[in-house]
């Protein structure tokens, strides 16, 4: 008996709820073995934005976000 035949009647002998179960798992198995799609590089997403910002003005703008915030002040943060 082949592993398909012997995986074919232990799924046969479970009830409906269990043989949901097997099927979830064995497309989860066929979802993880599947081969990724390369993800797209991010480099240079920024190449071409005109408003020339510096590290000067992108530490103030994180300063300016973060001035006063504190566990205790987080409700009354108020958000455009």
Known sequence: ????????????????????????????????????TPRSSLRGIWADDPSNLTEEDLREARNEMWRGYTKDTEDQLEFP
């Open 1 to 36: 008996m082949t592993v398909t035949e012997k995986v074919f009647e232990k799924f046969k002998a479970l009830p409906a709820d269990r043989q949901q179960e097997l099927l979830d798992f064995a497309e989860f198995l066929e979802k993880k073995d599947a081969p990724k």
